[in-house]
Nanobody, 125 residues
Framework: QLQLVESGGGLVRPGGSLSLSCAAS????????VAWFRQAPGKEREGVSC????????NYADSVKGRFTISRDNAKNTVWLQLDSLTPEDTGVYYC??????????????????WGQGTQVAVSS
């Protein structure tokens, strides 16, 4: 079965950057759209970004457009999320999720069947 493991989270000051990785095992990612979700304390989980299985379509939440960049390398079975110009509102647990042949025209969590355990991102001065 497809297994996802996130890494790269940590504590960063406002305006700083982080690079999150989502490494897949068990199956290859070339048939899966992959999304990043986040959940801040006291808030519901929200979609952040998504990249289609071939990387030809990407989708970003309005709150992160221009600051976050999603990318993938199917040969490495890995998806990344580059977080730049971070603010305290970006704090939360970030999860990657994979959906079989997901086109990434939506960021509804129920359409993603495989989830990682999450990695903590904290933005604080």
């Amino acid at each position: 079965q497809l297994q996802l493991v996130e890494s790269g989270g940590g504590l960063v000051r406002p305006g700083g950057s982080l690079s999150l990785s989502c490494a897949a095992s068990g199956l290859t990612l070339d048939n899966y759209g992959v999304a990043w979700f986040r959940q801040a304390p006291g808030k519901e989980r929200e979609g952040v970004s998504c990249i289609s299985r071939r990387g030809d379509n990407t989708n970003y939440a309005d709150s992160v457009k221009g600051r976050f960049t999603i990318s993938r390398d199917n040969a490495k079975n890995t998806v990344w999320l580059q977080l730049d110009s971070l603010t305290p509102e970006d704090t939360g647990v970030y999860y990657c999720a994979a959906g079989y042949r997901h086109t990434c025209y939506s960021l509804v969590s129920g359409y993603f069947g495989s989830w990682g355990q999450g990695t903590q991102v904290a933005v604080s001065s």
